[in-house]
């Protein structure tokens, strides 16, 4: 069966590092958009990164570009989430995921991937993140 495991939370404090990673069972990366995404209390989930495995273009949200860095490890079938310079308003629960998506209407596939949800998606059951002094 389709499974992403997630791995690599944990407490740090503002400008450390943290190395998030998605382990992909049941199907391979390669024919799939892949993401992470992330969801502070009380507020709706959002798109952090997605990365389009077929020729590794990118899609990052304005507040993680230049500190955050997605990217895919082909022969372990997995994806990782470097995370520099973390901040406090970088708490919360990180998701990976892996979809498809056929039907896209005026934006790139990639980007797609990290606004417009869909119900075929494969989804991890998430990590922690919490950035606190």
């Known amino acids: 069966q389709l499974q992403l495991v997630e791995s690599g939370g944990g407490l740090v404090q503002p400008g450390g590092s943290l190395r998030l990673s998605c382990a992909a069972s049941?199907?391979?990366?390669?024919?799939?958009?892949i993401g992470w995404f992330r969801q502070a209390p009380g507020k709706e989930r959002e798109g952090v990164s997605c990365?389009?495995?077929?020729?590794?273009?990118?899609y990052y949200a304005d507040s993680v570009k230049g500190r955050f860095t997605i990217s895919r490890d082909n022969a372990e079938n997995t994806v990782t989430l470097q995370m520099n310079s973390l901040k406090p308003e970088d708490t919360g629960v990180y998701y990976c995921?892996?979809?498809?998506?056929?039907?896209?209407?005026?934006?790139?596939?990639?980007?797609?991937?990290?606004?417009?949800?869909?119900?075929?998606?494969?989804w991890g059951q998430g990590t922690q993140v919490t950035v606190s002094s």
């Open positions: 990365m389009s495995s077929r020729d590794g273009s990118t």
């Open positions: 995921a892996a979809g498809r998506r056929i039907f896209v209407q005026g934006m790139a596939f990639v980007q797609a991937m990290c606004v417009i949800t869909d119900p075929d998606d494969s």
């Open positions: 049941g199907f391979t990366l390669d024919s799939y958009y």
